[in-house]
């Protein structure tokens, strides 16, 4: 199964492709897409989307896991973050990708165990689980643990599945 998590931003979209067989999971491939900064916000979730259309078809994913709006310091900034969002499930849904989401505190907890990690944690955990040579950038690190949250959710979900049978 190939899962591809997004970690939206309008200024840097993470993306993070993470193949899983037989319970081992395998980095793919992770990024950022990044728009030019001075674009206006159209041009800017135009620019994601294209990019997030492209990435899609490249990689094939069978489904997609979507960093919720859990926080944000203004209202103008969950906003902009909901603008973002909404694009990426555009161009998810397009593609016909099953879309699974997760909250910052359920993705910490799945990769991390402890819901109140930072940044530095969830890196490191993504890096370690998938034996990246690096952590990578912060947004494609939010992406892969993402990924990986969906994994454990889905890999839970058919044992709870195959138990009732």
């Given at each position: 199964?190939?899962?591809i998590g997004i970690d939206p931003g309008s200024r840097i979209c993470g993306y993070g492709i993470v193949d899983e067989d037989a319970g081992s999971c395998t980095h793919v491939d992770c990024g950022g897409i990044i728009p030019k900064k001075s674009a206006p916000l159209g041009q800017r979730l135009d620019y994601i989307y294209m990019k997030l259309k492209e990435i899609i078809a490249e990689?094939?994913?069978d489904a997609a896991a979507v960093e919720t709006v859990f926080f944000a310091a203004n209202v103008k900034s969950?906003?902009?973050l909901g603008q973002s969002r909404g694009v990426a499930l555009l161009a998810l849904a397009h593609a016909g990708?099953?879309?699974h989401e997760y909250?910052?505190?359920q993705i910490?907890?799945?990769v991390v165990g402890f819901g109140r990690a930072d940044k530095n944690q969830v890196a490191a955990m993504a890096q370690s689980l998938l034996g990246l040579p690096e952590p990578a950038m912060a947004d494609a690190s939010d992406a892969l643990a993402c990924a990986l949250c969906h994994?454990?959710?889905y890999r839970f979900l058919?044992?709870?599945e195959a138990s009732r049978q």
């Open positions: 199964m190939r899962i990689y094939r994913p969950a906003i902009v990708l099953p879309i909250s910052p505190t910490k907890k799945a994994l454990s959710s058919q044992q709870v």
